[in-house]
């Protein structure tokens, strides 16, 4: 039942907004659809905590501490952007950046888009995870190119084409998985694809069908997390689209592309035991370095951020492929506050750059003095990011610095270092965007910080306290993943 | 090793036609040759599919047969054809290829797919395994594709082309996935070129033309 509301609420959602378009109350229904989202949300933790693990209609659906606890974050985040969005999108109105037409296109795809996340948590099949994860793209495409400006088309493109690709070679991991379960679990009905009934025989899988199967799922759906080398389209896509889309595609895609290649690790090391933890180690690696000096490099607020987003899912996929219990509960409580973190960041520099009228760092000065909220805003987020105690990102960096030094000491060096550039690069611009002198003027309808600053809450919250109720929840996650 | 059934090389020769098809859309230059050839495509699709699963016995992939049939044989291409007219790019042609350089490119392709797949077909059971090294070509032979050319419509082709080996590898290994997977994964497709019909008209109206070294400005700077 609570399934059928989280999975309905914003599909009818997105129906309503579409067919509703662009009247004076879009916006709030759209708060209000992501909200009994929330609630519904919340309704399936209870459950989950209540009576464990489930599984629902002949087996499609699977709700276990990890994929609920996923479901809850994003629901929360769906709720704040909405919230956010709102006094956004009027002023990009004001300013004539989109029309009535756009703006319904706007609101119905959001709804959809948050359907097809949810719908990839929660299945059990690994072909609707595939389907849902393109959904979540096609709706998303045309968000990214709302203002229908050159830019923006083309990072829409490469978005669609390059995520295209990905999730094709997805695609093809998927059916050699099933390949692979086939003679186990017989091709009658869908045994062979359903998660929980090939974690139970993951031992007996032949290992090099499954070693090709993960390889093409993990750059398959590693294209999505924004992995290097394939993370090109990330910075443009999140550069280009309006800032709330900008938000959920960092703080809740990105985490929902993870767990699809963390749920399929899982199955991995059942047959190769160490191959696909230390081929996430290396992925996550390797784009925590790359993105931490094309930091130096970026001029634009929003592209400064998305790579930092890269950054991060590179640092939560090296924590999930090192495995372990502590490993893994750092890497969720890292899920957890990056995605809080980055959204508070997107909001706060999406009202920056609306104030200034220019996504350039150096055309953006002044900020406390215009707004003291916009200001502090983003320094708090950006030291927040930058894993300054006492933020809940210093904890989970922290835990997973150490299980490094612990498990693979060669490791730690190059993740310091990349977390040392990140700092430099993205405080020295920071600062001056904040503080200094500035010629704008304030924005026309007062901004809605509220979210930016309750996610900073949060995350601090997480940083000196973990209630135990949470810290439990994360441990039974970790131990699931192994 | 017994002489293969006549059902077996029946569909060693589809699975060749496909994998010629594949070449000659490497090579073809006019956008409306490039879609009717990936409606045949979608035809040898459907005729090794039926194949399947009359052999077979399996009801399940006459329904996903049928569903090549409408959504690859004549849906997308209908579509396509209808959106190049509209767009009037019928007859572009694409200026900047090198025919014989692709072509090598694409033999080696196809090797390393047929090594690739080589350990994973001894392990089939089903009749069509000697496929899933073509099926895996004409995935890879459709991402050249999309590397190599510069126009909109014809990148389109080459992903949808791209599906097409997908769809030959899931019947080709294990007899087609589950009938809820293929409808979600036709209705993706479907949608995605709906969604690029719209990105067409936008980007044309911007750039006033379909040609994709337009979009090549966002680099890091």
Known sequence: MELLLVLGVPLLGAGVLAVLGHRRGAPEVNVLVSLATLVAAALLVVRVIRHGTMLVWREQFFIDPFNVFLVALTAFVGLTTALFSRPYMRIEEHRGRVNAQRLRLYHSMYQLFMAAMLLALLTNNLGLLWVAMEAATLSTVLLVSLYRTRASLEAAWKYFILCGVGIALALFGTILLYFAAEDLLGSEGMSALLWTHLDAVKGQLEPRVIGLAFVFLLVGYGTKVGLAPLHNWLPDAHAEGPTPVSAVLSGLLLNVALYAVIRCKVLAEGSIPGVAGRMLMGFGLLSAVLASFFLWRQRDIKRLFAYSSIEHMGIITFAFGMGGVVANFAGLLHMTVHSLTKSAIFFAAGHASQTAGTQRMDGIRGLLLLSPTIGWGLMLGALAILGLPPFGVFASEFLILTTAMRDHPWATPILLGALGVAFAAIFGRVQPMVFGETQSRPLPHSPALLPVFVHLAIVLMLGVYIPPALAEWYRLAARLIG | ?221
Do not use: C
């Open chain 2, 1 to 221: 090793m017994p002489a293969p059934t006549l059902t077996a090389q029946l569909l060693n020769g589809f699975a060749a036609g496909l994998l010629l098809i594949s070449f000659s859309m490497l090579s073809q230059r006019r956008t409306r040759a490039l879609i009717t050839l990936f409606a045949w495509q979608g035809a040898i699709l459907f005729a090794s599919t039926s194949l399947v699963a009359y052999s077979a016995g399996l009801r399940h992939l006459w329904y996903s047969a049928a569903l090549t049939l409408v959504l690859k044989v004549f849906l997308l291409p209908f579509i396509l054809l209808r959106l190049v007219r509209r767009l009037e790019a019928q007859w572009d042609t694409e200026t900047l290829l090198n025919i014989p350089t692709t072509m090598l490119l694409g033999v080696g392709l196809v090797i390393f797919a047929f090594g690739l797949a080589q350990p994973i077909s001894a392990l089939a059971t089903t009749i069509t395994r000697n496929t899933l090294g073509i099926a895996l070509a004409i995935i890879l032979l459709a991402f050249l594709m999309m590397i190599t050319r510069r126009k909109a419509v014809t990148q389109v082709v080459g992903f949808l082309a791209m599906e097409n080996g997908l769809f030959f590898a899931a019947t080709s290994a294990t007899y087609g996935m589950p009938m809820v997977v293929e409808l979600g994964i036709a209705l993706d497709v479907l949608v995605g070129v709906l969604i690029l019909g719209i990105f067409f008209f936008q980007i044309r109206e911007q750039f006033e033309s379909l040609d994709l070294h337009h979009l090549e400005t966002l680099k890091e700077d």
